[in-house]
């Protein structure tokens, strides 16, 4: 299967949550996280820091002194919802290696929300299947609408 890189475009908070637009440079999808989540994102990408780390750097910061590392954050999969917004599903890769267990490599089923908070601390990049892609809407009216409604309210890099 063939991959596409994505690219966080916009963060922006809701009554809902918090809406994440990704894009690959030509067309954008968007889907709703939590608020917290959603800051913890654009916490990191801003270069906010805090005095005591929060939950995905603790996350991080554990998995690393394991000897893991994040190697790829896919999309993989999407399945309409009938009347509401679909689910989006993903797949993160760890490669972990140390003197107890040697090298591992572990593939781990996850949101795409929790993945992404994860990725942008590892500098890794968002991938999502071409052919899970290619049937999606483009969503980019979506976003210039939130953002009129918003104002200078959008968060996000």
């Not at 949101?111 to 999606?136: F, K, N, T």
């Not at 979506?142 to 309210?153: A, E, N, Y």
Request: net charge negative; hydrophobic share 40%; glycine share 8%.
């Amino acid at each position: 299967m063939s991959l596409l890189k994505l690219d966080i475009i916009a963060l922006i908070p809701t009554r809902a949550g918090c809406a994440i637009f990704l894009s690959d440079g030509d067309k954008m999808i968007q889907f709703y996280i939590e608020n917290s989540i959603g800051q913890a994102i654009n916490d990191h990408i801003s270069g906010e820091s805090y005095d005591r780390p929060v939950t995905y750097d603790i996350i991080t910061s554990l998995l690393s002194s394991l000897g893991a590392q994040m190697k790829s954050l896919i999309i993989a999969d999407y399945q309409a919802q009938e009347g509401e917004d679909g689910i989006y599903f993903a797949n993160m890769v760890w490669e972990m290696e140390n003197e107890v267990q040697g090298r591992k490599i572990v593939e781990l089923d996850c949101r795409p929300s929790d993945a992404i908070a994860l990725a942008v601390r590892q500098g890794v990049e968002i991938m999502i299947h071409r052919e899970v892609w290619e049937p999606l809407e483009d969503e980019s009216q979506l976003l210039r609408d939130l953002k009129s409604q918003m104002g200078d309210g959008t968060i996000g890099p």
